[in-house]
């Protein structure tokens, strides 16, 4: 064994007994200068964590007849992995209603309900959502429901930025195909997502704004009303708002009528 091989063989020794040392007391890794750290530091880049969302493609169908559009829509979502909320989805939610509705509404995503059976609005809020949209004259299948995002997020929190940047270029082609003639938004996360507009509910509901050139009226979310029954009245006027502007006669359905939707 030469001289340098055997001072290399004492290095390691030592690094590896230095090692062995650091995890009795709970350390990892192998010491470094303080000067070479700062050298480090002044050549190597920073990289730090994205502040602003990924920018989606645009979708746009292909069909002219609404309903094949909606479905080249669909198609292209197809088994969709762009964000992470298709970890926990059981399937995508992507919509109902008619193609061609005057009338849509939005919430912000799919609850368990709505993960398990696949369809928009389908557990308690649902039911309120329909006895609402019945109380207007209208029939669930006459009108479209949508939520920001089409997949459940985990424990029903709010979808996050890059989720709704990730997810929303559909809905704006769904919006871009049905052509509504105004937009319900459903709720808190709903109004302030499409709107990007932090303006509390309370605030912003019963005002008349605008998404990609359309009416948008801001309401009370159903589960909200569920839980607050006292502002059932408030949403009513705000429905009652956007039945104004449709021209819509209210053709109240037994045990709703007159007043809001119990
Ligand atoms: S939420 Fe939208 S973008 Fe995210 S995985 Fe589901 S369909 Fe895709």
Same mark, same amino acid.
């Given at each position: 064994? *030469?001289?340098?091989?055997?001072?290399?063989?004492?290095?390691? !020794? /030592?690094?590896?007994? @230095?090692?062995? =040392?650091? #995890?009795?007391?709970?350390? &990892?890794?192998?010491?470094?200068?303080?000067?070479?750290?700062? +050298? +480090?530091?002044?050549?190597?880049?920073?990289?730090?964590?994205?502040?602003?969302?990924?920018?989606?493609?645009?979708?746009?169908?292909?069909?002219?007849?609404?309903?094949?559009?909606?479905?080249?829509?669909?198609?292209?979502?197809?088994? %969709?992995?762009?964000?992470?909320?298709?970890?926990?989805?059981? &399937?995508?939610? =992507? $919509? *109902?209603?008619?193609? *061609? !509705?005057?009338?849509?509404?939005?919430?912000?995503?799919?609850?368990?309900?709505?993960?398990?059976? #696949?369809?928009?609005?389908?557990?308690?809020?649902? &039911? @309120?959502?329909?006895?609402?949209? !019945?109380?207007?004259?209208?029939?669930?299948?006459?009108?479209?429901?949508?939520?920001?995002?089409?997949?459940?997020?985990?424990?029903?929190?709010?979808?996050?930025?890059?989720?709704?940047?990730?997810?929303?270029? =559909?809905?704006?082609?769904?919006?871009?195909?049905?052509?509504?003639?105004?937009?319900? /938004?459903? $709720?808190? %996360?709903?109004?302030?997502?499409?709107?990007?507009?932090?303006?509390?509910?309370?605030?912003?509901?019963?005002?008349? +704004?605008?998404? &990609?050139?359309?009416?948008?009226?801001?309401?009370?979310?159903? !589960?909200?009303?569920? +839980?607050?029954?006292?502002?059932?009245?408030?949403?009513?006027?705000?429905?009652?708002?956007?039945?104004?502007?449709?021209?819509?006669?209210? @053709?109240?359905?037994? #045990?709703?009528?007159?007043?809001?939707?119990?």
């Amino acid at each position: 064994m *030469t001289e340098r091989s055997e001072e290399v063989g004492r290095l390691v !020794a /030592a690094t590896r007994a @230095l090692l062995r =040392f650091q #995890g009795q007391l709970g350390l &990892q890794g192998v010491p470094v200068a303080p000067e070479f750290m700062a +050298r +480090r530091a002044r050549v190597e880049p920073v990289v730090s964590e994205p502040t602003a969302a990924p920018v989606a493609p645009v979708v746009v169908p292909a069909a002219t007849d609404p309903v094949q559009a909606l479905v080249e829509i669909r198609t292209t979502i197809g088994d %969709c992995k762009r964000c992470k909320l298709c970890r926990g989805r059981t &399937q995508v939610v =992507f $919509g *109902t209603g008619l193609a *061609t !509705a005057r009338l849509m509404f939005i919430g912000e995503g799919p609850g368990r309900d709505e993960d398990l059976q #696949g369809e928009p609005f389908v557990g308690a809020a649902g &039911q @309120l959502l329909d006895k609402m949209i !019945a109380a207007m004259g209208l029939g669930r299948r006459e009108v479209y429901i949508a939520n920001i995002v089409k997949c459940r997020p985990p424990k029903n929190r709010d979808p996050e930025p890059d989720e709704v940047a990730a997810c929303e270029p =559909f809905l704006k082609a769904q919006i871009r195909v049905i052509k509504p003639e105004v937009i319900v /938004a459903l $709720g808190r %996360c709903a109004a302030q997502t499409l709107l990007r507009d932090p303006t509390p509910i309370t605030r912003m509901r019963g005002h008349w +704004r605008e998404y &990609q050139g359309i009416a948008v009226m801001p309401t009370y979310h159903p !589960a909200y009303l569920l +839980r607050s029954p006292s502002e059932k009245r408030p949403a009513w006027e705000d429905l009652k708002a956007v039945m104004k502007r449709l021209n819509l006669t209210p @053709l109240p359905p037994k #045990g709703v009528a007159p007043g809001a939707p119990k």
